[in-house]
């Protein structure tokens, strides 16, 4: 089978002002070209891609289009969707599946998994500091403007102890490969992370297609996520429970992420209730049932902050429970994950992340953040607004890859409505450089070709901080393409940690 | 289990068995229409073969809203792909899929893909192909996926609450079905008194044992001409006959005794007495009330009975202070697609 190994021509890459005045930058510089994570620059197979490169040559491209298909096929029949919003036309989709592993070494996973670990501790250890003492706004460290005046930051949580002092029990860290073993932190999901369905249903699917595969690689097992997810749920009930009743809380079958809300909960054996299914009485949270209420103790809830109590928070909301908000107050409910989290992984609390791990753990960070300059600052302002066909732009709080200017596939006129945007609240944006994205061969209409990919393993907290050995990678399918969203055309693969 | 995954369950089983009758009832509208029959007279166009969905269903308001005549055309599109009607095949399959949908984590994956793929098909389809591959072979489609999911959910599913509610859903379903199938004779099968035991009168009442697929039991039972009398013993009365009421009686009340346990609720006792009439009654008794009095009378049993269900399991409204009991109120009426009173 041959393999298309087009060069992208993807606009200008990561060229960097080495006049720039960002120490950061300057510390970080970037790789020019794309590093394909499967071949080396002769084209030959990189070490821990040989048993899987052997497997794919020997098999003709009829085979690999014909399981593309089953894998397809399945993935509709079995219901796995995701919704995009402001699309009318499609109420659920099937999210694109490549069929095409990508494979992390032993050794480099490691690191990875160690330093999201740190990385999850030193924020969660940043939320209890925001909420009780204050102590980094103390030592001047992170201003406390940022924190303070962040409408992410939830007074109401104020001095509320939380079981084992855990904020965060399921993060996303979103992560991308620029070189051999060089991984950056592009951002945290700290709120309700998404997509560990479809690592799960991604393994799951290859396991179907290709048996065979599996003995011949040695891939870590990554299907006890939910057992571990569970465990650390039923380990943060309300003091004085012995058998807690945990439930996933899900805003409806409308939701985007539904089928997500539906899997864990099915995993993991524990109820999936909506808001109505739930109430409060004498100081407790119960959910309807048959046989009458029923008390709950833990709610994974995928509901956000916003909408979690009209009567704490959003008045309209219908998805929430009244009265939600006391009986957690109270102690007498855990929330996963707690509530004010955003405020943690918010884009410009980002960039003061290392300096967290530093000040909580006494700690060097084990991965790096993408050097990123923030808008609000006027030289940060200045530099970016002279390079925008060069940089990535974001909102700071936005999410899913809605509102962001991609410079060098913008074109001018995009790049002008962006720059008008951004010069009406500057504080609002953030812009990093083009990164080198690395690629991995991926299977598209021309056969197989590199597209551009990222990683995000979910670091699971509650009894103790850990990681399964997998994570989900999104890849961006249109050729050149660096946006990796589901709601942007892009797919996801199924992500191999090798056993080492 | 949670009161609203026990309503989805419910209604998921009762759509999917709506969908199955549906097809049957249509399947042998079709058959009898190809039937030479008396030219109507003039205020008898219900007795139109094609007229007799709408009695059945009761929906003929809502289709007289969107036509103005009984036509083959009208009624297969009404019925079958009509997605503004909620009673409609399509209409049954989506709103089943919709309620798998926000179980999917109570039933097995493999109900769920079957539902989901069953779906999936029925939106591609379209008349033109059922027209092409022939209506019969649509409907014994149709039946077939019903059978299909049962089987699967049979075979798969953990004898736990939730697959009681599934049987629930299906046996109040079917029930109240074979009710109004019934209830058609008194209708529009009636002939005038010098047809019966003519040719017509028995392909009419063979056509409406097979639409319950009970025409081989009779036979097998009867080994005989086939008389009102002993159609109505065999639908009604014998619990041998799967799609009987006593049959579905039988399973209704053995799922509410194990569903309410020890608690004594009203669903049960009810139930009970359905149970009771059915188990201890005599074909006699029902012609002397009168056919159709017989079935009305237990239509609106069937009717309370689903009430008292909601009340007791699906939408239970708590007293409790803080706890609004609307929210879960409001969804149920939204859940509970056409099911219309006789007109």
């Known amino acids: 089978m041959t393999i298309t190994r087009s060069p992208t021509t993807f606009g200008t890459g990561a060229t960097l002002n080495q006049s720039s005045t960002n120490d950061a ?56 969707t995701f919704a995009v919003y402001g699309d009318e036309t499609g109420v659920e989709r099937s999210i694109p599946f490549d069929i095409i592993p990508r494979i992390l070494r032993p050794g480099a996973w490691k690191k990875l998994s160690d330093g999201c670990c740190q990385r999850v501790r030193a924020l969660n250890a940043f939320l209890k500091d925001i909420y009780h003492g204050q102590e980094i706004i103390k030592a001047g460290i992170i201003p406390a403007q940022q924190v303070l005046g962040n409408n992410l930051f939830r007074p109401e949580m104020r001095g509320i102890a939380v079981p084992n002092d855990v904020y965060i029990h399921v993060a996303g860290i979103d992560l991308i490969k620029v070189g051999h073993d060089t991984f950056y932190v592009l951002e945290d999901n700290l709120r309700t992370p998404s997509g560990v369905s479809y690592m799960l249903e991604n393994r799951n699917m290859m396991m179907r297609l290709f048996p065979d595969l599996f003995a011949r690689v040695a891939v870590a097992p990554i299907d006890h996520y939910a057992n571990v997810l569970l465990d650390n749920l039923r380990a943060v009930a309300p003091s004085g429970i012995s058998n807690p009743t945990v439930v996933v809380l899900t805003p409806g079958s409308y939701n985007s992420a539904y089928f997500e809300h539906a899997f864990l909960a099915q995993q ?233 | 289990m949670l009161a609203r995954a026990a309503n989805n369950l419910y209604w998921m089983s009762r759509h999917i068995e709506r969908a199955e009758n549906t097809a049957r009832m249509l399947d042998v509208t079709y058959r009898m229409s190809l039937l030479p029959y008396r030219v109507l007279e003039a205020g008898q166009e219900w007795a139109d073969p094609w007229a007799l969905p709408l009695v059945i269903t009761g929906r003929a308001t809502a289709y007289y809203e969107r036509y103005q005549q009984v036509t083959p055309d009208n009624m297969l599109y009404f019925l079958v792909f009509d997605a503004t009607n909620p009673s409609s095949i399509y209409s049954c399959i989506q709103s089943a899929r919709e309620n798998a949908r926000s179980v999917r984590g109570v039933i097995t994956s493999e109900m769920y893909e079957d539902l989901n793929d069953l779906w999936l098909q029925m939106r591609k389809t379209d008349y033109s192909q059922i027209e092409s591959k022939g209506v019969s072979e649509f409907f014994y489609w149709v039946k077939l996926q019903s059978h299909q999911f049962r089987g699967v959910t049979f075979g798969t599913m953990l004898r736990d609450e939730g697959y009681q509610f599934i049987r629930l859903g299906t046996f109040m379903e079917r029930a109240d079905n074979t009710a109004r199938i019934l209830d058609v004779k008194y209708h529009t099968l009636l002939p005038s008194v010098s047809e019966v035991g003519g040719a017509v009168d028995y392909y009419q009442w063979s056509a409406l044992l097979r639409s319950v697929s009970a025409f081989d039991s009779y036979r097998k039972v009867y080994r005989d001409a086939i008389t009102p009398m002993k159609v109505a013993e065999l639908l009604i009365l014998r619990d041998d006959v799967p799609r009987s009421l006593h049959a579905c009686m039988n399973e209704i009340y053995e799922i509410l005794r194990l569903l309410c346990d020890r608690s004594q609720l009203e669903a049960e006792r009810l139930a009970g007495e359905l149970h009771a009439r059915l188990h201890y009654g005599r074909t006699q008794q029902i012609f002397d009330l009168g056919l159709h009095e017989y079935l009305m009378e237990f239509l609106e049993g069937i009717s309370l009975l689903g009430d008292e269900i909601n009340k007791d399991f699906l939408v239970p409204a708590y007293t409790s202070n803080t706890a609004p009991a609307d929210a879960a109120t409001q969804r149920q009426s939204s859940s509970q697609l056409g099911l219309q009173p006789l007109e």
């Open chain 1, 268 to 500: 993991m054996g524990v109820e999936l209730v909506e808001g109505p299914d739930l109430f409060v009485a004498d100081n407790m949270v119960h959910m309807r049932t048959t046989h009458g209420p029923q008390r709950v103790d833990v709610i994974y809830r995928r509901v956000d902050d916003d909408f979690l109590d009209p009567l704490a928070f959003r008045r309209d909301s219908m998805l929430g429970v009244p009265g939600l908000f006391a009986v957690y107050r109270a102690g007498r409910v855990t929330l996963a994950n707690a509530i004010g989290t955003g405020v943690a992984d918010d884009k410009s609390t980002y960039i003061y992340v290392p300096d967290m791990v530093r000040f909580y753990l006494g700690e060097e960070p084990i991965l790096q953040n993408v050097p990123t300059y923030r808008l609000g600052e006027r030289d940060d302002l200045k530099y970016v607004l002279a390079h925008l066909p060069e940089l990535v732009v974001k909102e700071v709080q936005g999410s899913g890859g809605y509102g962001m200017l991609v410079g060098p596939a913008a074109s001018k006129i995009d790049i002008e409505t962006y720059r008008a945007r951004i010069l009406g609240h500057p504080a609002s944006f953030i812009a990093q450089p083009t990164l080198a994205l690395s690629t991995c061969p991926t299977f598209v209409d021309s056969g197989i070709a590199p597209r551009h990919v990222d990683l995000r393993p979910y670091v699971l907290s509650g009894k103790s901080v850990t990681l399964v050995p997998g994570a989900l990678t999104r890849v961006a399918l249109r050729e050149g393409s660096l946006v990796v969203n589901s709601s942007q055309g892009g797919g996801t693969k199924d992500t191999w940690v090798l056993e080492g």
């Open chain 1, 25 to 80: 930058l300057r510390h970080h510089p970037v790789s020019l070209t794309w590093f394909n994570e499967m071949y080396d620059d002769g084209a030959a197979p990189r070490e821990h891609y040989a048993a899987y490169a052997e497997w794919l040559a020997s098999k003709p491209l009829e085979f690999m289009l014909q399981k593309q298909k089953e894998a397809d096929a399945l993935y509709a029949r079995h219901g796995i």
